[in-house]
């Protein structure tokens, strides 16, 4: 390899045989072909060797394969109550059967009843917040309208009172000119 490639290192020993991955200077990745070394071992397996006896006359037949090991599953039962089962039977039957059972409309009309009832309790809650929000507005612009009546008494007091500032700054200011 040339030496502005880097090669990348060998993950598996077992794949050095085969093509190798190296880096470009432009950073680009360029395969190249490795070498054919010696091939693989049999790994003792009949069933998996790809050797083929031959006959005479040219053709080659398949060897005769070992049997192989089967494995039977084995099935545990574990130990479940009763409730569990029947409550299970009750439900594939509501499911399966093409009408289902009273205790199905039953049961239905427990979970609606449980939710309206809740929903009348979020009712009551928001109501009695909304009233206590809308007592605390009320009082708000009754203070508002208090506060404004102030500021208006306020201008007032300060239109009246501004001439007399006027006055007395005039007087303070003409004794210091004089001096």
Request: hydrophobic share 25%; aromatic share 2%.
């Amino acid at each position: 390899m040339p030496e502005d490639r880097k090669c990348l290192g060998v993950l598996q020993s077992s794949m050095q045989s085969q093509s190798r991955l190296s880096v470009t200077p432009n950073g680009s990745l360029q395969l190249h072909p490795g070498s054919r070394g010696k091939k693989r071992k049999s790994t003792g397996n009949e069933n998996l060797e790809r050797v083929k006896a031959k006959r005479k006359d040219g053709i080659f037949e398949d060897p005769v394969a070992k049997k192989q090991k089967t494995y039977t599953s084995v099935h545990v039962q574990t130990d479940s109550s009763s409730s569990s089962t029947k409550d299970a039977d009750s439900i594939i039957n509501m499911l399966t059967s093409d009408t289902p059972p009273p205790e199905y409309w039953e049961a239905l009309a427990e979970k609606r009843r449980e939710a309206l009832e809740d929903a009348l309790d979020e009712n009551y809650k928001l109501h009695s917040e909304n009233t206590n929000l809308k007592e605390e507005v009320s009082k708000l612009k009754e203070d508002n309208k208090l506060m404004e009546e102030m500021v208006n008494e306020a201008k007032q007091l300060a239109l009246l009172l501004q001439p007399i500032v006027d006055e007395e700054e005039d007087e303070t200011s003409e004794p210091e000119t004089t001096e």
